[in-house]
């Protein structure tokens, strides 16, 4: 990558999005990584119900106050409650009021039925975390592409009901955060498969274009090695439609012949998103590492990049 590619990874605050399953947990977990190798204090945000950070490294459960999962990286996972209570306390600037409002239990139905609050809280927060100087990169982990079309949309649509009062100026926040682009960028994550990169194409078109959020890289995970050579997938093919087609080595040459074709078609989908996505692109081979070791593995791969 060159400088003008690496800038948007410079970023204080950094989104990743896509769609469920193409490994942006495993890519962030190797930004921090990186970043902590290289003297900063990453801090990895993960939204809903479930956390990633401690399965990937292997370390203590995330909560909502920050803590250290590995040397130098940091995750935190927003949870309503708690968002809540810090968004309240904002407002009312007494935290046990904001405690037991709350938890107040019709209360605390009332906001968790009322549309985008679970937003709004969530945005509070991490314009939170983005106001502490002790943390830098942030990176948001976003559940999915839905998900992240409705979560920057929001502001957008509560800007047009909102006139003044304590929402609104909540809304203004993080509105500025994430429109900020030296400050905030909005990275897309995929790999090359025929529905994860239909799914990709149609977010980079729901966000390219838009003056309120600043694109930054598409990362591409798990590209398929190329075991065999074309003369190789020749033989092969002609090895199973004869001489080798009932031989006990018959499912190997089935293998071959599968990753071969399983090779075309993450072509294709690379040319595809070349094609469609106009981003600086960060690509990864697939690897046999899981958890932690992958995560090394790809933090090597980008310290060689010299982002920080």
């Known amino acids: ?88 306390t904002s407002r009312l600037k007494l935290r046990f009021v904001a405690t037991l409002v709350a938890r107040n239990r019709s209360l605390r139905k009332l906001f968790m039925a009322a549309p985008g609050v679970d937003e709004i809280v969530t945005l509070h927060r991490v314009a939170q975390l983005a106001s502490d100087e002790q943390w830098g990169p942030i990176l948001v982990d976003l559940e999915s592409t839905g998900h992240a079309l409705m979560f920057f949309d929001l502001p957008g649509v509560l800007e047009v009901f909102l006139k003044d009062g304590p929402l609104r100026q909540v809304v203004d926040s993080a509105t500025e955060l ?17 529905l994860a990169v239909n799914e990709t ?62 090779g075309d078609t993450a072509n294709k989908c690379l040319a595809g998103l070349r094609h469609d996505i106009e981003l600086p692109t960060v690509a990864f081979e697939a690897r046999a590492e899981e958890g932690a070791e992958i995560i090394e593995a790809l933090a090597d791969a980008l310290a060689e990049e010299r982002l920080w």
């Open 1 to 88: 990558m060159d400088a003008p590619s690496r800038d948007p990874l410079t970023r204080p605050v950094q989104f990743f999005t896509g769609k469920g399953g193409v490994g942006k947990s495993t890519l962030l977990g190797a930004l921090a990584t990186t970043a902590a190798k290289a003297g900063k204090r990453p801090l990895i945000v993960e939204l809903g119900i479930h956390t990633s950070s401690s399965h990937l490294f292997r370390g203590p459960n995330v909560g909502y106050e920050p803590s250290e999962v590995a040397p130098g990286v940091f995750a935190t996972r927003i949870q309503f409650e708690p968002a809540l209570i810090d968004y309240i």
């Open 178 to 194: 994430v429109r900020d682009g030296n400050r905030c960028a909005v990275h897309i994550v995929t790999v090359p498969e025929p």
């Open 201 to 262: 194409i149609q977010l980079y078109r729901g966000l390219v274009g838009r003056r309120d959020l600043h694109l930054g890289c598409l990362f591409i995970n798990r590209i398929p090695r190329a075991w065999l050579t074309e003369d190789e997938r020749r033989l092969v093919a002609e090895e199973l439609e004869g001489p080798s087609a009932r031989e006990p080595w018959a499912p190997d040459l089935a293998l071959a012949d599968y990753l071969g074709r399983r």
